[in-house]
């Protein structure tokens, strides 16, 4: 979703810009721009429809020269995706020139005072609105005494983009430029993340770590209503409301990111054939045989209180949902804890009666899902330990908990999450053997459970020569308008994960059900036309999903089915088998998806979608 960068320095700001905004494509966009300050303070802006390849073609064509400059990617919330939409927008004649991210919730009421008030609106963002309050708090002096008087050449400034800022209902990450203060930039951020990247002689501002990589190599993260006045050499952090603050500098950990697709035709393909990498890496150095379990660094809590957890929700979005629904059968089965799934979404805004000795894990490969950061927020207002399962190192919803666990997956890059969804199942997996190993479990059965851990990756990798048999059913199917995914138990997840994949890159309407389910609604679905892929390992359902397997084909239904090596019978029913390794039913579903996976890779591929980019979507949600 949007993505912000800013420059102020003694290079040419273009360059962080555009490199910056490229490193932020991933999180999803429509258009982007920016605008860059020359030596006289004259603010010149760029912005295009589309990619930033375009946006690099215009800046080429007509280069904007100086140092000091912002720049953003929109994901359109409020009017369409045009390039009168798109950031930065300016207020007032030039007076400011923003880029924001969030939304603005009251951003209606205040347009209507605004225009009544002389404002000329030039879009239809709710952003505008932020351009044309700093201007007037800027033209009106809504400058307190204290800001006039004091010695602090940018106070002034600051005063009126609190002023600003106290009239807005929502959320923003903002930079500010200023057409009379030339040599500085303006950060402001209420629940939608800023970064501050420290060089020499200049700074660097972006929504999250991964532009400063190999520009910078300490970083500050800023907390909600906090802003930063930059300028090339300095950083002055006040709070909304107490003043200044002393932030404090970390060290970067992004490295520059491997950008290359390593021979891979598109990010997604890559990182489904880095699974068996990322899963290692997930389990690297939490699995000890000594005492058959697992060990994590970061959940700082005492043994007393993990011993002390009577309930556990589990609360995420989208495909990390669908990584908890297994956590939960997981951790049921093996630690006897109850456990509650909860769309955050939903969370955040329900009331649900929460016991003491509840432990609340959000689950974000991002760390920056906006229904997730509020969903952990409303949870530790309530005086609940939070813990946080997240790939994005430094996110915000990392930052946010009282711990938590990395997967360690590397940059997820294509939209559609694999590698991040396969390592979440593997980190929640190695939880439920913890938490069973510190109540009933035996040591028998840690062990047995760790052996499963460790061949894992390697039937992982035997899964992946599953591509050549996906491709030719991708191509038998790819026409079809609506499919279903059918798995039980702990592959009921796993069907779930395999719809969306498919809809989400390749635009085919599918829904994943309880194989058993399907005979309450569903199955009026099916025709000769509509596939239904079935998982069905072995298994003590396996059975039970055959009649539902014969069901299906009563109906004249197409049966493609996952299932483990050697099984001869489900290819008497199916019309297509795909067949993986066997391992222990409890990492089944990691093994299950990858086909699953490939299926709807080439199945997009062969519909001539944007596999990487599909429309509409953005890696990193964070409006809600
Ligand atoms: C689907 C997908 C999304 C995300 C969801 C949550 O492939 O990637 O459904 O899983 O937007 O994102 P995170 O995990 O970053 O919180």
């Given at each position: 979703m949007c993505g912000i960068v800013g420059y102020v320095g003694h290079?040419?700001?273009?360059?962080?810009?555009?490199?910056?905004?490229?490193?932020?494509?991933?999180r999803g966009y429509d258009s982007a721009g920016v605008a860059i300050a020359d030596q006289a303070g004259h603010v010149s802006i760029c912005k295009t429809t589309g990619r930033i390849e375009r946006l690099a073609s215009a800046l080429a064509g007509?280069?904007?020269?100086?140092?000091?400059?912002?720049?953003?990617?929109?994901?359109?919330?409020h009017g369409a995706a045009t390039e009168g939409n798109a950031h930065p927008h300016v207020g007032g004649e030039h007076v400011v020139t923003i880029c924001h991210n969030g939304v603005i919730e009251n951003y209606q009421q205040l347009k209507s005072r605004l225009e009544s008030e002389g404002y000329v609106f030039q879009s239809a963002t709710d952003t505008e609105v932020i351009a044309h309050l700093v201007t007037e708090c800027l033209e009106k002096e809504c400058v307190d005494e204290e800001g006039k008087d004091s010695q602090e050449p940018y106070a002034s400034l600051v005063t009126a983009v609190k002023a600003a800022l106290s009239q807005l209902r929502g959320t923003y990450g903002l930079v500010l430029m200023f057409r009379d203060y030339p040599g500085v930039i303006l950060a402001a951020r209420l629940g939608s993340p800023l970064v501050l990247g420290i060089g020499d002689d200049e700074h660097f501002i972006a929504s999250d770590a991964s532009p400063l990589a190999g520009y910078a190599d300490k970083i500050v993260y800023l907390s909600d209503h906090q802003i930063a006045v930059v300028t090339a050499d300095s950083v002055q952090v006040t709070h909304r409301d107490h003043g200044d603050v002393r932030h404090s500098v970390e060290s970067l950990q992004v490295k520059t990111p491997a950008v290359d697709l390593g021979g891979y035709s598109h990010y997604m393909l890559k990182?489904?054939?880095?699974?068996?990498?990322?899963?290692?890496?997930?389990?690297?150095?939490?699995?000890?045989?000594?005492?058959?379990?697992?060990?994590?660094?970061?959940?700082?809590?005492?043994?007393?209180?993990?011993?002390?957890?009577?309930?556990?929700?589990?609360?995420?979005?989208?495909?990390?949902?669908?990584?908890?629904?297994?956590?939960?059968?997981?951790?049921?089965?093996?630690?006897?804890?109850?456990v509650e799934v909860e769309y955050a979404s939903e969370l955040r805004y329900r009331n649900p009666p929460v016991d003491p000795g509840t432990l609340v894990f959000a689950i974000s490969q991002s760390g920056e899902t906006a229904d997730t950061l509020g969903a952990i927020r409303e949870m530790k207002r309530k005086g609940h330990r939070t813990l946080a399962i997240c790939n994005v190192v430094g996110s915000s919803i990392a930052q946010e908990a009282d711990g938590g666990v990395y997967l360690h997956a590397g940059p997820e890059i294509g939209v559609a999450s694999t590698k991040a969804y396969t390592s979440q199942c593997m980190v929640l997996a190695l939880l439920a053997l913890y938490f069973g190993r510190m109540r009933h479990l035996s040591v028998d059965a840690g062990m047995r459970i760790i052996n499963a851990f460790h061949a894992l990756p390697s039937k992982v990798r035997a899964a992946l020569q599953t591509e050549e048999e996906c491709k030719r059913i991708a191509a038998k199917y790819c026409h079809a308008n609506n499919f279903l995914y059918l798995g039980r138990q702990y592959n009921f997840p796993t069907?779930?994960?395999?719809?969306?994949?498919?809809?989400?890159?390749?635009?085919?309407?599918?829904?994943?059900?309880?194989?058993?389910?399907?005979?309450?609604?569903?199955?009026?679905l099916v025709d000769e036309s509509t596939p239904s892929v079935f998982i069905v390992p072995q298994g003590f359902v396996y059975d039970k999903v055959m009649s539902n397997i014969e069901e299906v084909k009563a109906r004249g239904g197409p049966v493609i089915a996952v299932v483990e090596h050697g099984d001869t019978r489900v290819a008497?029913?199916?019309?297509?088998?795909?067949?993986?390794?066997?391992?222990?039913?409890?990492?089944?579903?990691?093994?299950?998806?990858?086909?699953?996976q490939l299926l709807s890779y080439h199945i997009a591929l062969m519909r001539g979608c944007d596999v990487d980019k599909p429309r509409n979507l953005a890696k990193s949600v964070t409006v809600e």
């Open positions: 290079r040419e700001a273009s360059g962080f810009l555009l490199e910056g905004l490229r490193r932020l494509e991933y007509s280069p904007l020269h100086g140092s000091i400059g912002i720049g953003h990617t929109r994901w359109a919330t990182e489904i054939y880095e699974q068996p990498e990322s899963l290692k890496n997930a389990m690297r150095g939490r699995l000890t045989e000594d005492d058959a379990t697992a060990m994590f660094g970061g959940l700082n809590l005492t043994p007393q209180q993990l011993g002390g957890v009577k309930r556990i929700i589990l609360t995420a979005c989208g495909t990390s949902w669908h990584a908890a629904l297994l956590g939960e059968y997981l951790i049921e089965e093996f630690a006897r804890i109850p069907a779930l994960e395999g719809a969306l994949k498919l809809k989400e890159i390749s635009y085919i309407h599918a829904e994943g059900y309880p194989a058993a389910e399907m005979k309450h609604g569903p199955i009026a008497e029913l199916a019309d297509d088998v795909i067949s993986v390794p066997s391992v222990e039913e409890f990492v089944q579903p990691i093994v299950s998806t990858i086909p699953l």
